[in-house]
């Protein structure tokens, strides 16, 4: 996501490089840039303004810091400024309270309303420890509650059989008095949707929302990220006419272009409080807007790489790894666990762009899809083998590489360049553990999958002999 702007600003900063220091001069080229890639991103013309003025002001204003490049100052005012405009920090929702909270999920057709509400009672029952009930309140599209249903069956919670004969203020109070008789701490209620915003639509959702004013429900827009300025429009209507507690940005792992993450906050006042990332029920995230104005301007986002590691990772597994390498043993399994763990915390590119400066390595490299597909096939090899040679690779002679060439549809040489890597990785880990240990710097060979990758600039081909028709001698 972002990724056109972020490129833009990029190269729009490059103005700055080698300037002594900021003045209205030397900044206007920069900010001529800057205006034009938020509009091209779809951001509002108002919000444009106000942050190139901002931005202009205290760039100008701004004393040097001796030791500080003046284009690392600017980029620095830059994240202030969008951090700002999109919220500051992270404005969640409020749960703790005494239950049940009911949340009203509402938006147009197509948004990915019920499929949030499937995302967010997963997040709710592993992240916040509460006890959810999901309730269908779509009189008008019948297939929603069995996709509903079928959510509800696989994130573990239960779903309310809604009679959709009734009217939703019907079925919600309903749900309600089984909430309550259950221990329910949150009811997530997905309303219905229409094309377009019309009348009926919004006396539906006023009217469901005044039946149950008592118990003070939140109200969340799910707003398609994709849609730019339309989704400001459409918060903006459903605001002034229910009085909007949140808003969620779907697809945000889609070519978003980012005017909606970059303009909702300013122009409605309604802060964005979760982003859906990806296809997957674990994939919703809390939206922090300091995070991803660092993710924009390729300052990197530790904080959430951290986070996903804590959740995707199993600490005992990694435990265990840990010890058998100090052990000087890395068996092919650890590195199929390894592998999964890095899938699971998402993709290579999305990964690589929460490091600092890694998004100007990432444009130099291209595409990363072939590293991504030499990991899947690698994993097919892997699969192929034996429990015994996943533990003790040096087993594997001419005779089993045939088999598992077989066995995964691979080539022979595929399965030996596969070992090579293997043996790579495991120079590399155990250099590593030498170093933790005081041994100094390992010697680096190259990454598994990352072959196919472009050098990176200055670096050099190193030139070595082959021995025989395997390359190296792996055993």
């Not at 309550?180 to 309303?191: G, L, M, Q, S």
């Not at 995230?285 to 995070?291: A, C, G, N, S």
Request: charged share 30%; glycine share 8%; aromatic share 4%.
């Amino acid at each position: 996501m972002f990724d056109n702007l972020s490129e833009k600003f990029h190269y729009a900063f490059k103005n700055l490089q080698g300037k002594a220091k900021i003045t209205e001069d030397n900044i206007d080229e920069t900010l001529k840039e800057i205006r034009t890639a938020l509009l091209e991103a779809d951001v509002n013309f108002k919000v444009v303004k106000s942050v190139v003025n901002s931005v202009k002001e205290k760039a100008i204003g701004e004393k040097v810091i001796k030791g500080v490049d003046p284009s690392e100052q600017f980029i620095k005012i830059m994240h202030d400024e969008l951090a700002k405009v999109m919220g500051e920090a992270n404005q969640e929702i409020n749960l703790d309270r005494t239950g049940p909270v009911p949340i009203l999920i509402v938006g147009l057709n197509g948004q990915g309303k019920t499929t949030f509400s499937g995302k967010f009672s997963k997040y709710l029952i592993g992240k916040k420890k509460k006890n959810v009930l999901l309730v269908p309140a779509d009189t008008f599209r019948p297939a929603a509650k069995k996709q509903l249903q079928t959510l509800a069956a696989q994130v573990n919670v239960d779903c309310f059989d809604s009679d959709l004969s009734k009217s939703p203020k019907d079925i919600v109070l309903m749900a309600l008095d089984t909430a309550r008789a259950e221990n329910k701490d949150i009811v997530i209620i997905d309303t219905a949707g229409r094309l377009h915003v019309d009348d009926e639509l919004m006396e539906q959702l006023k009217d469901l929302k005044e039946g149950i004013k008592d118990l003070n429900p939140e109200v969340l827009l799910v707003a398609d990220a994709m849609t730019g300025q339309e989704a400001v429009n459409v918060a903006k209507v459903f605001h002034q006419a229910i009085e909007l507690t949140g808003v969620v940005l779907s697809k945000m792992d889609s070519d978003a272009r980012g005017g909606a993450a970059l303009s909702i906050r300013e122009v409605t006042g309604v802060p964005i409080s979760y982003i859906s990332t990806g296809e997957k029920m674990k994939d919703l995230e809390l939206f922090h807007p300091d995070r991803l104005a660092k993710r924009i301007l390729d300052m990197g986002d530790i904080v959430s790489l951290v986070e996903k590691a804590q959740d995707e990772i199993d600490e005992k597994d990694a435990e265990k790894m840990m010890k058998r390498l100090e052990k000087g043993k890395f068996t092919v399994d650890d590195f199929l666990k390894q592998m999964n763990m890095m899938q699971n915390l998402g993709s290579m590119g999305s990964l690589l762009k929460m490091i600092p400066g890694m998004g100007n390595v990432l444009r130099e490299v291209g595409d990363l899809s072939p590293a991504e597909n030499e990991m899947k096939r690698m994993k097919i090899i892997i699969s192929s083998m034996t429990k015994e040679e996943r533990t003790d690779y040096k087993l594997i002679k001419e005779s089993r590489i045939n088999r598992i060439a077989k066995g995964s549809g691979s080539t022979i040489q595929a399965v030996k360049d596969f070992l090579a890597k293997f043996r790579q990785m495991e120079q590399m880990m155990g250099g590593f553990m030498k170093m933790m240990k005081g041994g100094g710097m390992p010697s680096m060979p190259g990454m598994p999958g990352m072959d196919g990758m472009p050098m990176m600039q200055g670096e050099k081909k190193k030139k070595g002999k082959k021995h025989g028709k395997w390359g190296k001698k792996y055993f």
